[in-house]
C-alpha cells in the first residue's frame, strides 16, 4: 500500500499497472494490511505494551517531571552550551514544546490502548 501511495504522490512516471489503482483492490490491500500489523493490538495488552515501546513512558516521565520539577522534564536530553545540562540550547530552563518520533505501528499501538483504534482505514504513508 505504501509503494501505491508513493506512486500516486510522485506522478506519472513511476506509476504502476492501472489494477493497482482500483479503488476495490486498494480497499481490501488496506484491510489486509491492517489486520496483518494491527490486529494483535486489540487482543493483548502485553502486544500493545510491546508495540508501544518506550514512547507512552518518556511522554508519561516527562509530563510528570514537568509537574513535579524533578529534572525528569526534558531539559538534560535538550542540553546546553560547554556541555552543561539543565538548560536548553536557548537558555530556557523549562521545556515548552517536545517532539518524539516513532513508526505508524508504534502509534497504532498508542490509539487501540486509549481505545481509539479498532481495526478501521489507516491513513496513507504519504
Known sequence: MDTINSTLAH???T???SEFYDDKGRDIIDRIGVEEWFS???ESVEYRSLGIGGLVGDIVTRMAG???QNGNDGVLEVGGENG???RGRGGE???RFALSGC???TLAAVLASLGAFNGEKWP???
Open 103 to 105: 513508526h505508524d505501528t
Open 11 to 13: 506522478g506519472p512516471e
Open 93 to 95: 530552563a523549562n521545556i
Open 66 to 68: 514537568s509537574v513535579e
Open 124 to 126: 496513507p504513508y504519504t
Open 40 to 42: 494483535g493490538y486489540n
Open 84 to 86: 552543561r545540562l539543565g
Open 15 to 17: 506509476r504502476l499497472p
